[in-house]
């Protein structure tokens, strides 16, 4: 019986398996977004055991244990972490169809070469093998890289880090590349006056000078990114329910700071016109730094109040938001456009209904001599799997250049995460094939090919430069 995983999994003509083994399937991983632990990349971690490299923190299994019906205690609670796995292989089975389970075996596949399927009864086995394997030197965190031929990581930062990991990292014989990401979303969360003065301390803190007005903050920032820029910064990300749709002045950005210092919160439209200002600000840093400005649009979090209040945020009870973009999108890029002051730009989309909205706003805006400049990011989060990746290349090859495409990014927190690119890159090249076995596309596999093989690595390395 053929395994679940095998050469030509997802790969339904021979268009496509060509394509995917003579153009995809050996380019470098260029992970340009994730929420990889700089320490445990640092350290060259070496975990203890499965659950540890594959269960701790994940939220995507969280929400599949929950909906089937297992207790909180083998999520996030205090069980036994083999009581945890054993959990999830018995959840893996009713995933059918969720892109867990593709997820799952792939993982198990490419790290552990392991080709049985995941459920109650394979999993004390596959435990016991997994963790046999994890003590040699091929599954420490370097390992895993060169395994896996990650060339470039960008971990996400916030801006009051130290980045010491980094340093040691820049000093160490790491496979990738690994830069940090600049993150200054709490800047921008006045609206939260207790939590957004603790952090401007903190800032004050790490930068040495008091910040008592609005300037003293820009300054502190622009600090911080030439820092992040010295340490080897590519990029800057960014995690928004909506971009604002204004942008205050900055005597009016000015009257707000001053009253949240002293503790006052401002009201929502002060709040968001606040951020406009500042986000509109920090663009222009990240345009005279050559870095990419990243905006993740349409969160809705933390819906679960109970689950919030006992356990915090990114505990998976967040969905997709239904408000529309396109105002604050329009407002930020539009006067970022205006100042001549607009970075390099990746807009990633949660609402699939907005991807056209979305893909035409990317062609409002270009330069002389660059390629995309403003770019439809790949699905993610709730839409980084097989449909709603196919809606994201589908509204972005029918309203862009689908050529110049940066491609593929883990976004995930775990280093067992990485067969989400030859996922999407078996995607990519289906679709492909299966266009040029209709006709659609003609069968010019060099020109095709190079297509699938910049999409998969060389776009995104020359678009972060």
């Known amino acids: 019986m053929t395994a679940f995983i095998h050469d030509h999994f997802l790969l339904h ?37 499965l659950y540890e490299i594959w269960l701790a923190g994940d939220h995507y299994k969280w929400r599949a244990m929950r909906l089937n019906g297992i207790d909180e205690q083998y999520c996030t609670g205090d069980a036994d972490p083999y009581e945890k796995f054993l959990a999830f292989a018995k959840t893996v089975p009713y995933t059918l169809r969720n892109p867990l389970y593709h997820w799952t075996h792939l993982e198990l596949a490419r790290y552990f070469g392991i080709h049985e399927l995941l459920d109650a009864d394979t999993a004390p ?6 963790n046999a ?24 930062d916030d801006p009051t880090d130290s980045l010491n990991d980094h340093a040691t990292l820049q000093r160490s014989d790491c ?10 979303d709490k800047a921008l969360g006045i609206d939260h006056t207790v939590t957004w003065n603790a952090w ?42 909506h971009c604002p749709t204004h942008i205050a002045a900055d005597s009016e950005a000015e009257r707000i700071f001053l009253h949240a210092r002293e503790g006052q919160t401002p009201n ?6 606040f951020a406009g200002n500042l986000l509109a600000f920090l663009g222009e ?29 990114d505990i998976g009870c967040d ?12 407002c930020l890029l539009g006067e970022l456009s205006l100042r001549e002051k607009l970075p390099h730009t990746i807009l990633y989309n949660l609402n699939p209904a907005q991807n056209y909205p979305f893909a035409t706003m990317c062609g409002n805006f270009f330069e002389a001599g660059v390629k995309h400049k403003i770019q439809f990011g790949s699905g993610w989060w709730f839409l980084d799997q097989w449909e709603g990746m196919t809606w994201q290349l589908n509204a972005l090859s029918s309203l862009g250049l689908l050529a110049h495409f940066v491609g593929m990014l883990t976004d995930s927190r775990s280093l067992m995460s990485y067969p989400r690119h030859e996922y999407f890159r078996r995607l990519l090249c289906s679709l492909l094939g299966e266009d040029i076995e209709k006709g659609i596309i003609p069968g010019q596999m060099e020109h095709v090919g190079s297509i699938v093989r910049n999409i998969a690595y060389r776009n995104a390395q020359s678009f972060f430069k």
């Open 268 to 273: 929502p439209q002060a709040a968001e016109g």
């Open 13 to 49: 003509t021979e268009t496509a398996r060509e394509l995917y083994h003579s153009y995809a399937a050996n380019e470098p991983i260029f992970d340009y977004h994730c929420h990889l632990s700089p320490k445990d990349l640092a350290e060259n971690r070496r975990f203890s055991n």
């Open 175 to 184: 496979p990738a590349t690994v830069a940090p990401t600049f993150r200054p």
């Open 133 to 156: 394997q994890l003590q040699g030197d091929d599954l420490t965190t370097w390992g895993i890289l060169k395994r896996m031929n990650v060339a470039f990581i960008g971990t996400t």
């Open 200 to 241: 401007v301390d903190q800032l004050q803190s790490v930068t040495g000078d008091s910040i008592d007005c609005l300037n003293d903050l820009k300054s502190a920032l622009l600090q911080r990114m030439d820092f992040f820029d010295a340490m080897g910064c590519r990029a800057s990300d960014h995690g928004l329910s």
């Open 285 to 313: 840093g990240y345009a005279e730094r050559n870095w990419v400005m990243q905006l993740h649009l349409g969160a809705a979090r933390n819906n679960n109040a109970h689950l919030f209040q006992t356990l915090g945020a």
């Open 319 to 330: 969905s997709i938001n239904d408000e529309s973009q396109i105002t604050g999108l329009t």
């Open 125 to 130: 086995s596959i435990w016991e093998r997994a």
